[in-house]
């Protein structure tokens, strides 16, 4: 069964802390994402990449950054975690030339206290 | 910019159909997908449509309207089960690579 896998499903971390969250795909998929999914405000973009050291922006990416070294891994980092980064980070994953199917890890949890 | 539309939340009972819409706005348009969420789990995807029309996978049917800019995803013979969270999601701009989710809508199924 192919898989998305976050390394934490819950992370309690304090302000000020670099944070790092950990994405691996054993699908050979060129795209990765991360999103945060926080009530109400459905799933938010934060950041992409769709292929090796490649990255780019997406709609809230303040206050974060990735790294992607290895093709099935996707890092996200927060540089100085504040409270307001607390929510669900989802990470994705889909080949080259599928825009529509993604397939999600199970997320992470952050509190950031 | 993006935006989708869809109902904060919806109820039906078992067995019963019902039908979440979504309404978009994109500058240009690539396709609608869906996702289902349940409490607590990662979204899957349920269905796409990149032409007008209804597109057909069992008990759950996904329609698309370009010229509306409106699609809506249609639940059958509904099941206790089918309780989650459903995402409209469109891949719209050219210069860009990546899914815009709707706010989701939360379908509450009653016995």
């Known amino acids: 069964d192919v898989k998305v896998t976050q390394s934490s499903r819950y992370l309690v971390k304090r302000t000020g802390e670099k944070v790092f969250l950990e994405c691996v795909q054993d699908m050979d998929h060129e795209n990765m994402f991360w999103y945060r999914q926080d009530p109400g405000l459905g799933l938010r973009l934060i950041y992409f990449s769709y292929d090796v050291k490649m990255k780019e922006k997406g709609d809230i990416p303040e206050g974060y950054s990735v790294s992607r070294e290895k093709k099935e891994r996707f890092s996200l980092i927060l540089e100085s975690a504040s409270t307001n980064q607390t929510s669900m980070y989802l990470c994705?994953?889909?080949?080259?030339?599928?825009?529509?199917?993604?397939?999600f890890g199970s997320g992470t949890r952050l509190t950031v206290v | 910019g993006q935006s989708l539309e869809q109902p904060s939340e919806v109820t039906a009972v078992e067995g019963a159909i019902v039908q979440i819409n979504c309404t978009y706005q994109t500058s240009g348009f690539y396709g609608l997908s869906w996702y289902q969420q349940h409490d607590g789990g990662a979204p899957t995807f349920l269905s796409y449509?990149?032409?007008?029309g209804l597109e057909e996978t069992g008990r759950f049917s996904s329609f698309l309207s370009r010229s509306d800019s409106y699609g809506y995803l249609l639940l059958q013979e509904l099941q206790m089960k089918d309780s989650a969270s459903y995402f409209c999601?469109?891949?719209?701009?050219?210069?860009?690579?990546?899914?815009?989710f709707g706010s989701g809508t939360r379908l509450q199924v009653q016995p």
């Open positions: 449509n990149a032409l007008d």
């Open positions: 994705a994953s889909t080949p080259r030339d599928n825009n529509y199917g993604y397939t």
């Open positions: 999601a469109v891949k719209g701009d050219t210069g860009r690579r990546a899914l815009t």
